[in-house]
């Protein structure tokens, strides 16, 4: 494993400029961090008594009710208290003025059977309902399926965040904070500056994730027998998923029409999600293939990309055994035509001794990869490619974007010298005093985060990021 830790230093290299925050638990490398400051500014949201803002909890229906009529309206709502206005919003309750003062609006009408389900979690097309409401912003509610315009008209306004890729996907307190936050900023006019590119969340997208959403049934069996799945599957927790779900189709097309950073999609090019070179010494007699299909299919399936898996861009040359003291990182940049995250794959053989093994000097990124039957390595490899940082090492640095939990990530004094240098390092947020090996947070499937020890096969039914994890993953990597 320590040949993953390794790369970590390539990504500690920029200088950053960090901001005093408001909460133990945001930090200017963590998802939706500006967002949080700017509503916390503002007085929309306060976080919790124990001094978090806990970004990636669900919300509620009466939590996200309250913020959002709070950022729009002054104290109105005051007007309301010791009204019951649903049988399950009793007068007294913190949320009934709220909830009654955005009825009395219509921004809210509740189910036909009488109730508001305050307690319920919020889901998207509900949470965007309600801001749309709040805020005044117009929408076709005739339209069928009755949320399409309201996501048609938040998507071309660009108000949605990128990590939503479901209609009915659970809506969270970092995505509450974004969402708020390009309204707003819509309103001042300041939301183009906001913005870092112009991608944005479209309605005819999220109907495509929805009907490509994967279903881990965890039955199959394959994870103690892979050989279940056949050769046109994968398996990934413990389920055969067709290839075809996992793979883009589109990478000749991609290869003859586009850079080698772009991917073909509508008759035209476009940037790529994630663009990544594999890269070998041989074919290992045709066995190559097979292999990356499974290492690239278990990180899509994995970081959500299965959403959009044709914005994937794979180049393979199985022909990089160049003589030693080569540049292979320099010979990677001369046949792609540019930088690229690229992978070498460790593989057996006598006959590769003369072969340079080096990772070279050219490239945004690259690692090393065995050629071993787990596949997951390239899964860590590239969260570290979305920003996030090892959870081998507890550092409680303002950089780091998936700060672990000290106790649930069972982190202890290392004892091993290797790792007692690493997890002391200054340079990555250590205190060499007191150096902390991780285990990793759990994630939500009963293992460890796979950018911790975690579960190092991608066919075990414990193996994926943990959820603060798989949203940054979705923002940043987004199928938009």
Avoid at 23 to 52: C, M, R
Avoid at 360 to 372: C, Q
Wanted: glycine share 10%.
């Amino acid at each position: 494993m320590k040949y993953l830790l390794a790369i970590l230093g390539v990504l500690l290299t920029i200088g950053v400029v960090f901001a005093a925050h408001s909460y133990g638990d945001v930090n200017s490398g963590k998802l939706y961090s500006e967002a949080i400051d700017f509503i916390t500014s503002k007085g929309i949201v306060q976080g919790y008594p124990d001094g978090t803002y806990q970004p990636n909890r669900t919300l509620n229906r009466a939590e996200l009710l309250k913020i959002v009529v709070e950022a729009e309206y002054d104290n109105e709502f005051a007007n309301h208290v010791g009204e019951s206005c649903f049988k399950d919003v009793p007068a007294g309750e913190w949320f009934s003025k709220y909830v009654c003062f955005a009825k009395a609006k219509n921004i809210v009408k509740g189910y036909s059977d009488g109730t508001f389900k305050p307690d319920q979690k919020i889901n998207f097309v509900e949470a965007l309902k309600i801001s749309l409401s709040t805020f005044g912003i117009q929408y076709d509610a005739l339209y069928d399926p009755w949320y399409k315009d309201m996501v048609i008209q938040g998507g071309n306004r660009n108000l949605i965040p990128l990590s939503v890729k479901y209609f009915d996907q659970n809506f969270s307190r970092g995505q509450m904070a974004e969402m708020i936050t390009r309204i707003l900023k819509e309103k001042d006019g300041t939301l183009a500056a906001y913005l870092k590119d112009d991608a944005h969340v479209s309605y005819e997208k999220m109907l495509e994730a929805g009907e490509r959403k994967l279903v881990f049934t965890s039955n199959d069996g394959c994870f103690d027998n892979p050989n279940i799945c056949g050769g046109s599957s994968i398996c990934v927790r413990n389920t055969c998923i067709e290839k075809n779900a996992l793979l883009p189709s589109n990478g000749d097309a991609s290869a003859k029409n586009c850079a080698y950073d772009e991917v073909y999609i509508n008759s035209k090019c476009e940037k790529a999600a994630v663009s990544v070179a594999m890269v070998a010494f041989d074919d290992a007699g045709g066995k190559m293939d097979a292999w990356v299909d499974n290492t690239v299919g278990g990180f899509v399936a994995l970081s959500g990309l299965s959403a959009c898996p044709n914005k994937v861009r794979v180049y393979r040359d199985y022909n990089m055994c160049l003589p030693n003291d080569s540049d292979v990182g320099k010979e990677v940049f001369k046949r792609i035509g540019g930088p690229i995250q690229f992978f070498m794959i460790g593989q057996q053989g006598d006959e590769l001794k003369n072969c340079e093994q080096g990772l070279g000097s050219e490239g945004e990124y690259s690692g090393w990869l065995n050629m071993i039957s787990t596949y997951s390595p390239f899964t860590h490899e590239m969260g570290h490619e979305a920003g996030l940082y090892d959870q081998y090492c507890y550092f409680p640095t303002d950089k780091n974007p998936n700060i672990v939990n000290f106790d649930s990530a069972s982190c202890k004094v290392p004892d091993d010298q290797w790792l007692i240098e690493y997890c002391g390092r200054t340079d990555l947020g250590g205190d060499p005093g007191n150096p902390y090996t991780c285990s990793g947070d759990m994630n939500n499937y009963g293992g460890r985060s796979i950018m911790g020890f975690g579960d190092y096969s991608i066919s075990s039914p414990l193996t994926g990021f943990s959820s603060a994890e798989e949203e940054y993953v979705a923002e940043k990597f987004h199928c938009y």
